[in-house]
């Protein structure tokens, strides 16, 4: 089976274990069915722009250049939460985008990776946000309705929790002994006073279960860098947005955009 499309970040489903689909053109490949089949994708040219041009190449995050600069989609404050202005009326590239995307609920949330981390998600985003950074677990610490609000307390926490992951750790599955419910007991304790009163009252942790039936000892990244490129082997499993095979891990998300043939045998 042959398909060709301009990949795009894998969709996911929650359940006992976690379900990944991925969209290539007009068809539909549900991943976890292609564990333990070969699998060879080759980059075959030309990059589909978050815009939907085609384009040589792709600047970041699956912007273009001239994109990524001008779009309210990749302004700085969704990077960085404590930028928005939104809620003081001022734009940045776009009020009325930035009113929609920066004016609604958003979480503040532990999530264990390789590590506890802080994060913060609109609430629309929970839990698809914690599959996709591949958290074993995550709990609720903050909603606030804004997300000046979310990224000051997250700012707050930084002195306290990371806000990265090491994601050759969590693909070999380092985790922490540190436990969530203590950790969020630290964080609510660190938080200024005035953003006490978003903290979520619930303490349920999610937990995450992903489909790998071998899990790496060694961390290979596989990656195209020139028309033709490709890489060919068998699939072992799938966690955050990695593809886990036997000939290394394929980060399908810092592939948006590149257009690639994809065969499964």
């Not at 007009?26 to 041009?53: A, P, Y």
């Not at 779009?71 to 404050?77: F, G, M, T, V, Y």
């Not at 709990?139 to 606030?144: G, H, K, P, V």
């Not at 002195?159 to 992951?165: A, G, V």
Request: glycine letters at 6%; hydrophobic letters at 35%; charged letters at 25%.
């Amino acid at each position: 089976m042959r398909f060709t499309g301009p990949l795009r970040k894998m969709s996911t489903q929650y359940g006992e274990t976690i379900r990944y689909a991925l969209k290539l053109g007009e068809d539909m490949l549900f991943v976890n069915q292609l564990i333990g089949k070969t699998i060879r994708i080759q980059f075959v040219g030309n990059h589909t722009c978050f815009c939907g041009s085609v384009v040589p190449e792709v600047y970041r995050q699956n912007f273009c250049k001239e994109c990524f600069f001008s779009k309210p989609e990749a302004s700085p404050s969704i990077m960085r939460p404590e930028l928005s202005q939104a809620h003081l009326g001022i734009a940045d590239r776009d009020l009325e985008f930035e009113k929609r995307m920066q004016l609604q609920p958003h979480l503040v949330y532990l999530a264990k990776t390789d590590r506890i981390k802080v994060g913060v998600t609109r609430n629309t985003q929970m839990p698809y946000r914690w599959m996709d950074q591949g958290a074993r677990q995550a709990i609720i610490l903050l909603e606030t309705p804004n997300r000046y609000l979310a990224g000051e307390a997250e700012v707050a926490l930084k002195d306290h929790f990371t806000d990265k992951t090491s994601w050759q750790a969590m693909l070999k599955d380092l985790g922490t002994d540190a436990q969530l419910g203590e950790s969020k007991e630290i964080a609510l304790a660190a938080l200024p006073p005035h953003l006490k009163k978003y903290s979520e009252v619930s303490n349920k942790i999610w937990d995450f279960h992903y489909p790998i039936v071998h899990q790496p000892e060694k961390i290979k990244s596989i990656s195209f860098k020139q028309k033709g490129d490709q890489w060919e082997g068998e699939l072992f499993g799938i966690r955050g947005q990695y593809l886990i095979t036997s000939v290394g891990v394929f980060n399908v998300r810092s592939h948006e955009g590149f257009m690639v043939e994809v065969e499964v045998r």
